[in-house]
């Protein structure tokens, strides 16, 4: 069993829809919680970042933590066709947050 | 500020051969690592430099892949003898030792055929 599994999707909405993203882990000792962005062909790019349980917000963007229950999200408000790529949940052990367990990405399309 | 440099960006090469990747990373970035991305799958951390010091090689198939950064700036990963497994995204990212982001590079898409 993987340390980090997310949902596989792929995942394809409508323009303007509410977007869950979701993953799961099992080693409690991860801290640092991350979602990344991967367009097709290009490295991934950081969207969020969070240490605690609870929700931290950023733009259309909320990062979401339930460490008791080993599960995070990423939702996406007013999706629009340009958030259409893979995106990652990624975990780590400390503020090394390039030392990180990533899961297998959601892929996304947006349709206008 | 300049982002992550690696080239080349595509390489085909035939079981049995040998291929290095170069990885310029962002100025002052003490930290770079390279990650094995396969298809389909997240990143995989390779191996972790602080300035020229290996830190951790941990999952890094030692028998086949060598890494070095010898300056303590630019790095090369290479793998001798490819199997076709070894095909994936080759992605380097480099952090500054104050900060919590590592940045990545657009990879290098290696085809082992």
């Known amino acids: 069993q993987k340390e980090v599994e997310q949902d596989p999707g792929p995942l394809s909405v409508p323009e303007g829809a509410i977007v869950s993203l979701n993953c799961t882990y099992s080693?409690?000792?991860?801290?640092?919680f991350m979602w990344y962005r991967q367009y097709s062909r290009k490295g991934p790019e950081l969207l969020m970042y969070t240490y605690s349980s609870g929700n931290k917000e950023d733009g259309r963007f909320t990062a979401q933590v339930d460490k008791s229950s080993k599960y995070i999200s990423l939702f996406i408000r007013d999706s629009q066709p340009s958030d259409s790529a893979t995106y990652l949940c990624?975990?780590?052990?400390?503020?090394?947050?390039?030392?990180?367990?990533f899961g297998d990405g959601t892929t996304l399309t947006v349709k206008p | 500020e300049a982002g992550v440099a690696q080239s080349p960006r595509y390489k085909i090469i035939e079981k049995r051969q040998s291929v290095a990747f170069w990885c310029n990373p962002i100025?002052?970035?003490?930290?770079l690592y390279w990650y094995q991305q396969i298809l389909g799958q997240g990143p995989k951390l390779l191996i972790q430099f602080q300035n020229n010091g290996v830190v951790d090689d941990s999952q890094l198939p030692k028998d086949r892949f060598s890494a070095e950064r010898l300056k303590g700036v630019d790095s090369t990963l290479k793998i001798q003898p490819a199997k076709l497994e070894d095909s994936a995204v080759y992605l380097c990212?480099?952090?500054?030792?104050?900060?919590?982001?590592?940045?990545f590079g657009q990879g290098t898409r290696l085809t082992v055929v």
């Open positions: 100025s002052g970035h003490a930290t």
């Open positions: 990624a975990m780590s052990y400390n503020t090394n947050a390039g030392k990180s367990t």
């Open positions: 990212a480099s952090m500054d030792g104050g900060n919590t982001e590592a940045f």
């Open positions: 080693n409690s000792a991860f801290q640092y």
